[in-house]
């Protein structure tokens, strides 16, 4: 009994191998190639538009959704809701503007048949909520035109730094988002904490890794500009048309730019015991004595120390006044004549000391006449005179 019964759980255990092995053999049959995977008359970006007879009987269950907008553009809401009622109803949606929640509102009707038209209406009164214009806004209605809303607000940290790369974003006169729009085909607007983007699947794609990259700081919308320049230049070349384009497009490095260090302030050393309690205003008025005063002493006090203030003030401003007029100190101008007379002076004592020395050396007898002798002393050397005409 045993032996049998051995013998059929061999036989199961082998079954059972033998099917995964089936399973294994069969696996990956839907990655085989497609006919139609080679044909290149077939354009896989493509949209064919609905045509209401695919769906005749219609919707069966009620489709609604429902976003709030803020409220600076519930006037403009008020205005354009007419158009907005209108281009939904040739689709067969209804909508509701409710200014008391400060919502908007898009259901599926009995007349729908486009079972896709619902999301492309919530899509629709997100972007008005997002303070996208109702032209442009109702273009979305179209097959061909799709959306993105970029939530870019929770990728940076700092507020600052947000702010400067959104700026980067944008460009001088909004001529970085001109240029973005041209060449991938998008309407693009930049609003608060999100980016909204219209316009086709193969257009939205480069759009949503532009804005990132900048915002992340990973490489500025201006190289990426150049890039899709490139791109735009290398599809007009049908030779290039199967080939990789990795050789001509650029590549730019992250330089490393050195940041300014933050100053950070010193740590003070940690104490357990609280900082000593300032005196509230009432005590100062205790300690002073003026919380005892009366009302007539405390105005008079005011009034006082109002008007030794003003004196101050009064004075100060007349010390400002008058020095303008007052004149600036000339620079004193040295005397060079006065200079010159000294020396001449001290030349002539000189001279005449030493006269008088060799007048006394002469002998007692020799009659000298002092007058004539003083008149020679006054008289320079003809030896000193030229040497002052040199």
Known sequence: ?????????????????????????????????????????????????????????????????????????????????????????????SCELNLVEGSMTVSTTRKTRDPYIIIKARELIRLLSRSVPVHQAIK???????????????????????VKRRQHLVGPNSSTLKALEILTGCYILVQGNTVAAMGSFKGLKPVRRIVEDCILNKMHPVYHIKVLMMKKELEKDPALANENWDRF?????????????????????????????????IDEQLESGEFFMSQKKKSAKTWQEKQEKQVQKTAENKRKREAAYIPPEEPRKQDTKSEDGDKDVAAMAMSLKKKAKEFGKQKLGENVNAEVYIATAGEPSKKKSKRRET
């Open 249 to 281: 497009l650029p590549k730019f490095k992250k330089k490393n730019v050195q940041q300014k260090k933050l100053q950070t302030k010193e740590k003070r050393p940690y104490t357990p015991f609280p900082p000593p309690q300032q005196p509230s205003k």
């Open 140 to 162: 979305l209605l179209d097959d061909e035109v799709q959306c993105d809303i970029i939530k870019i607000g929770n990728l940076v940290r700092s507020k600052e730094r947000f």
């Open 1 to 93: 009994m045993n032996f049998a019964m051995e013998e059929h759980e061999n036989n199961n255990n082998n079954n059972g191998g033998d099917i995964l092995q089936k399973a294994k053999k069969h696996k990956g049959k839907h990655d085989k190639p497609k006919p139609w995977d080679d044909d290149p008359n077939i354009d896989r970006w493509t949209i064919e538009k609905f045509d209401p007879s695919w769906n005749e009987s219609g919707m069966l269950e009620l489709s609604s959704f429902s976003t709030l907008f803020p409220q600076y553009r519930e006037k403009y809401l008020q205005e354009v809701w007419p158009t907005v009622k209108s281009a939904l109803k040739e689709f067969g949606v």
